[in-house]
């Protein structure tokens, strides 16, 4: 039988299994589909009350997908290709939602996943060789392998703000929102943070509210996203040419079928550079940040691209004040994650929408009627936090994971996180992680990027299997070697330049470290394979 939508327990009772997955969202589905294949047993655990992951969860009004939908996807199954048709270039979260129920169904996935329990733990017993995984349901379970597919950007940063609990509205978090529409008519509503959330919301919450309030601490660079519908004459042809596409997708930096106009921005007249802007800002999404590859190398040539952006906010907002406020000026364009603009600039020229620096005034405290600044009271009936995530590592040192000789790993990752290849860690021997810091993770299309990484842990697995091996493990020289690598790509870039999610400094106390491999999902790809093809060097196999 098989198990539907809202079901609570997987079919199979039993307590031992080859794998244990934590999270059914692109990652762990596709994990789960892959073991499958090799005939393990496998039990995928999922707080949520259905698959999704990210998708299930972010909720909010105008949530949407930056990339585009046709690349935005699993490219495993040429027949879930060409038999799943996106409706417009960049799909809702309802559409991904329902793309991705569709794929459970589809490959019948559901039977081995556990909805609604969170898994809480998970102790490697070194006699048995084990992992002992343990849940909020008060399960146990046991696995030779314990995969983490638990996303990047999935425990949310809700600031410590004093006296939120005595605000006598409602507030909300988007990445929590409820699963019923909620309704801000007449209402003043105030929305603190401007990354990729912020700007998706905002202008969706600005027609239904009375009055908005945006709360900014840092403006944000945004190109337009240009949405459309997709014409069945373009999915016709998307979908005839999609083996070359996968293929070019596959093999590239960022795992996005787009090439450079031009090598430097330097190098070309400043007409020439201004015509190349002008073009890719009416094409739209990240064609933008693909005008010239040394946009993220060469501070001089960032700038080109920054002040036209800067110029085309001035453009757009009519008042100047506010649109100064709008113009990120103390970090270059691409360093924090570039977002899409959804008619997020236009809609400062609304007259019930404002905006507060609070950056010059910041936010001191809540209080019953809403939000005090340094300067003033801001009274709010609800308080929207699109205030982002404890991204990367956040979920995962919330479980209580301990490796060999009970070390855990928040422990060990104290300083900052260290992996071998992003997806292994030393001390934590038969754990995977898919999307680790050490990956190119959250810098390249995420669909594409998981398919690399799960692909690779399933070969290992197989290999594990076939060559009679008990454990697998990093040594800790490759580790050590592989975050030097790591930290070397990163500091080849401007991103140092500016405190993001990307480097933790968006979390009060977290270490400062750059977490995703920069340098490009082709050439991390190529490593990997290296690695594995070695009999899988920097690894201690017993
Ligand atoms: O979170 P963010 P997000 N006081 O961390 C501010 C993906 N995503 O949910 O910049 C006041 O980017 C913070 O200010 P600052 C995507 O990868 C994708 O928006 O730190 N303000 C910032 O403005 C994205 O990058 C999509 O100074 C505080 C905002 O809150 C990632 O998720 C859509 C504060 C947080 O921005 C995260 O995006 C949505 C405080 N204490 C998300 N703490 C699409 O594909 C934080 N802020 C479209």
């Known amino acids: 039988t098989s198990i539907h939508q809202n079901s609570e327990k997987a079919t199979d009772e039993r307590s031992e299994f080859d794998a244990i997955v934590v999270g059914a969202g692109f990652s762990g589905l596709y994990m789960l589909y892959r073991l499958r294949e090799l005939g393990l047993s496998i039990r995928v655990f999922d707080n949520a009350d259905d698959v999704g992951g990210t998708w299930f969860w972010n909720r909010y009004p105008g949530a949407r997908c930056d990339s585009e939908s046709y690349n935005y996807c699993f490219s495993f199954s040429k027949e879930l290709l060409q038999e799943w048709s996106w409706s417009e270039r960049y799909a809702t979260q309802p559409e991904i939602l329902s793309y991705l129920k569709h794929v459970a169904d589809r490959f019948d996935l559901r039977k081995d996943i ?162 190349i802007y002008e073009e890719l800002w009416k094409i739209g999404g990240y064609h933008f940040l693909y005008s010239f590859s040394d946009l993220l190398y060469n501070k001089e040539a960032n700038d080109t691209a920054s002040e036209f952006i800067r110029s085309k906010i001035r453009q757009i907002v009519r008042d100047p004040e506010v649109a100064e406020l709008l113009c990120p000026k103390e970090y270059p364009y691409g360093t924090k994650r570039p977002l899409l603009d959804w008619d997020y600039y236009e809609t400062f020229n609304r007259e019930n929408v404002s905006l507060v620096d609070i950056k010059k005034s910041p936010i001191v405290k809540i209080t019953p009627e809403g939000i005090q600044t340094t300067q003033d009271l801001y009274e709010l009936d609800s308080i929207v936090f699109a205030t982002g995530f404890d991204a990367i590592t956040g979920t995962l040192v919330r479980m209580d994971i301990r490796g060999r000789g009970g070390i855990t790993l928040k422990q060990k990752w104290e300083n900052g996180p260290s992996t071998y290849l992003g997806m292994t860690v030393h001390q934590f021997p038969n754990m995977f992680v898919i999307t680790g810091p050490g990956s190119p993770s959250v810098l390249a299309n995420l669909p594409i990027t998981i398919e690399q990484g799960v692909d690779w842990i399933t070969a290992c697995i197989k290999f594990i299997y076939e060559h009679k091996i008990d454990r697998i493990e990093p040594t800790l020289e490759a580790e050590n070697a592989w975050v030097e690598e790591v930290n070397k790509e990163a500091n080849a870039t401007l991103y140092s330049l500016a405190s993001s999610w990307y480097s933790g400094t968006n979390i009060p106390g977290k270490p400062k470290v750059f977490m995703p491999y920069v340098g490009g999902l082709g050439k991390y790809r190529a490593i990997c394979d290296n690695v594995a093809e070695a009999g899988y060097k920097g690894y201690d196999l017993v």
């Open 114 to 275: 556990q909805f609604n329990t969170r898994v809480t733990s998970a102790v490697f017993h070194e006699e048995s060789g084990k992992w002992v995984v343990g849940t909020d349901r008060g399960d146990s379970m046991s696995a030779k392998f314990f995969i983490n597919a638990v996303g990047c950007l999935s425990t949310a940063n809700v600031p410590k703000f004093e006296g939120l609990e005595s605000f006598a509205g409602n507030w909300y978090h988007t990445s929590k929102w409820p699963h019923e529409p909620v309704d801000f008519q007449g209402q003043k509503v105030g929305v603190i943070g401007t990354g990729a959330s912020g700007l998706q919301c905002i202008p969706e919450i600005a027609k239904d509210a009375a009055r908005l309030i945006v709360f900014q601490r840092t403006p944000h660079y945004a190109s337009p996203a240009q949405n459309r519908p997709i014409t069945p004459e373009e999915d016709r042809q998307i979908k005839a040419n999609y083996d070359k596409l996968v293929e070019k997708m596959r093999n590239a930096h960022a795992g996005f079928p787009y090439e450079t106009k031009a090598k430097h921005a330097l190098g070309v007249t400043p007409e020439e550079r201004n015509q």
